[in-house]
């Protein structure tokens, strides 16, 4: 497996690129808008230049990296000798169903086709090709090049023999693969999201405020970050998508969203990538300020 093609250049998407490239491998990193794919290689060069300053890669594995990237905006050029391909595109299921289709065509017979979908079922997005037991989960954890973790969905019809391959392929990455089973949210986010869940409704009951909800789960949990905080630097509709999934998954209303999450999303309010979330974020500042609307006094 040498010829990797990632869909989607946005976070997931480039820190995905950047980490196969990284370690070896051609990689073929495609979006529909170049612009984005310009941005997302800018971001790549950046985050390696920062991996030379901290002395984590070498100037020459930095240029070697970049040299193993090149973007495509057109998707069954990037594919036709694609090895492995990963889904990164927006948490749409109807987007999803609708590239899997297109990589049924356009790919290699035994291509393997991946999606690092954080809820979607495996089985779901698998049944749209023309060999669903060629398709599995690869769920990275952002920011991607530093997480250890790969969750690796089976889908229903998924062989033992491409699983194996994935599992094997993430340690080559020097990643921590974890098998797991396609029902809604997979293990990290049927247990993440609810958390994060209950700490929006905690907010929302005035139980407390948004940094005093944050401080107890840092330090009383020894959390790196607080669920608010997280939620943010997730995205607030991307939150909101999961717990749909297993709202609907489940039927159990555990998992409903929270009114102030789903009001936060409709105002387009999402986190980082909004600019404001629970917590205000200036361009260029590293300070963490809560928002407005969530300030005491």
Known sequence: MKNIAVIGSGTMGNGIAHTFAQHGFKVALVDINQDALNRAIQTIAGNLDRQVKKEIISEQLKIETLNNIIAFADLKAATADADLVIEAATENREIKLNLFKQLSEFCKENAILASNTSSISITQIASVTKKPQNVIGMHFMNPVPIMKLVEVIRGYATTDEVTHTIMELSKKLNKVPVEVNDYPGFVANRILMPMINEAIYTLYEGVAGVEEID??????????????????????????????????????????????????VTAGHTGVKSGTGFYQYNKGSKELVVADKYKKG
Do not use: E, R
Not at 235 to 257: E, R, S, T, W
């Open 215 to 264: 401080t107890v789960m840092k330090l009383g949990m020894a959390h790196p970050m607080g669920p608010l905080q997280l939620a943010d630097f997730i995205g607030l509709d991307v939150c909101l998508a999961i717990l749909n999934v297993l709202y609907n998954g489940f039927g159990n209303q555990k998992y409903a969203p929270c009114p102030l999450l789903v009001n936060m």
